[in-house]
Each structure stands twice: as structure tokens, then as C-alpha cells.
């Protein structure tokens, strides 16, 4: 099956740093999602994103699917952005999300 | 905006015993999931349902777990007899074109 991984694993920051997480995936991919998962355990859906660029608030995302990876961009972040960040990818003939690794963020005041 | 929702969002059990984990999916949605994540792991995938019909099922998915619509709106994930190992954040999804998921039940098993 495919694999998803991302990096880095950890990451902290000072708020209002800026930082860039990546998603690679072994195979092509019919579509990609972003996800923060708050500290309450929540899975937010922040972006849909099977190729191009969108952008929302501080938050943006880019997807080379021909290159089997995604960015995930924070600009000057705050505190309420710490958590993990996941990316996930529909693949192949199946509709279910498969999930990465994740990254945790932890945004220091 | 719509969401998904689930109850309970908290569920202790003693092992053995049968718990039913249930799922109000958004209205216009097609397809519906279960997923799991085991405290500090990544989210894992246990089933797929379209159609009135498992579509997809992970190894995870044995056959101590079952799936239904009991009612044609609610979404239900039941556990047989659960097992320490059961002990997880729950969540379910539904999807039409990308997938929105529920706050989770965490079942713990003790």
C-alpha cells in the first residue's frame, strides 16, 4: 500500500516563526488532505488539496503530485497552532484515507 | 456549516464487555468511516461504508467489530468483546470529495 510519510517529526518554534512541513507519499495519489489535530484530540480539516496551491488566513498548502509530495506553510505563528499535523492521501482504486506520520508542533510564547 | 457528530464522547468499559460507538453523519455525504488512533499514534483506517455496505475493511477490522445504519442516518461502530488493546481515540468520517471528521469517542478498557 501507500506510504505516507512526513517531516520533520518534531518542531518547535517561538511565535511568530514561520516554518514549512512536509508530506511525501510512495505512489500517485487521487486527492490529499491537511489536518491540525488540537490538543482536545480534534481532527480539523484544514486544507483538500490534490495538486496547486490554496491559501487560508496564514495558513498555505502546495501539492506536486507529479513529485509525490505536499507542503504544508505557517506563517507567523501563534501559540494555538501547536499540535500535530497530518497529512493523508486517497491512493489507487481505494476511497479511504491513509495517514501520515505526523509532525508535532509546539509554538513557545 | 455541517458537521459530524458522535456520542459518547467518552466511554469506559470493562473488558468483555460489548460497547456501540455511534456516528450522525452530514446529511448529503455518501461515503462513511471508522478510524482509529491509539493515544500518541498516527490514525489508522478499520472500515469503509458506502451503499448500505462495508466497501473496505482493514486487517484491524475483525471479526469482533461490525458496522451499521441502523436507522438509515445514524452511523454505528460496535466492538464484541473488547480488549485492552481496544483502548483509542474513535472517530468517524464522511466524505464526499474530501472527508470531515467527528470530534472521536475515547474508549477506554479496563
Known amino acids: 500500500g501507500i506510504q505516507v510519510e512526513q517531516s520533520p517529526p518534531d518542531l518547535i518554534l517561538q511565535e511568530g516563526a514561520n516554518s514549512t512541513l512536509r508530506c511525501n507519499f510512495s505512489d500517485s495519489v487521487n486527492n490529499l488532505q491537511w489536518f491540525h489535530q488540537n490538543p482536545w484530540g480534534q481532527l480539523i480539516n484544514l486544507f483538500y488539496i490534490p495538486s496547486g496551491t490554496k491559501q487560508n488566513g496564514r495558513l498555505s498548502a502546495t501539492t506536486v503530485a507529479t513529485e509525490r509530495y505536499s507542503l504544508l506553510y505557517i506563517s507567523s505563528s501563534q501559540t494555538t497552532d501547536s499540535g500535530v499535523y497530518f497529512c493523508a492521501v486517497y491512493g489507487g482504486a481505494t476511497n479511504k484515507l491513509i495517514f501520515g506520520t505526523g509532525t508535532l508542533l509546539a509554538v513557545q510564547p | 456549516e455541517p458537521e459530524v457528530t458522535q456520542t459518547p464522547s467518552h466511554q469506559v468499559t470493562q473488558m468483555g464487555q460489548e460497547v456501540i460507538l455511534r456516528c450522525v453523519p452530514i446529511?448529503?455525504?455518501?461515503?462513511f468511516y471508522w478510524y482509529r488512533q491509539i493515544l500518541g499514534q498516527k490514525v489508522e483506517f478499520l472500515v469503509s461504508f458506502y451503499n448500505n455496505e462495508i466497501s473496505e475493511k482493514s486487517e484491524i477490522f475483525d471479526d469482533q467489530f461490525s458496522v451499521e445504519r441502523p436507522d438509515g442516518s445514524n452511523f454505528t461502530l460496535k466492538i464484541r468483546s473488547t480488549k485492552l488493546e481496544d483502548s483509542a481515540m474513535y472517530f468517524c468520517?464522511?466524505?464526499?470529495?474530501?472527508?470531515?471528521f467527528g470530534p472521536g469517542t475515547r474508549l477506554t478498557v479496563t
Open positions: 446529511s448529503n455525504h455518501l461515503y
Open positions: 468520517a464522511t466524505s464526499l470529495g474530501s472527508a470531515c
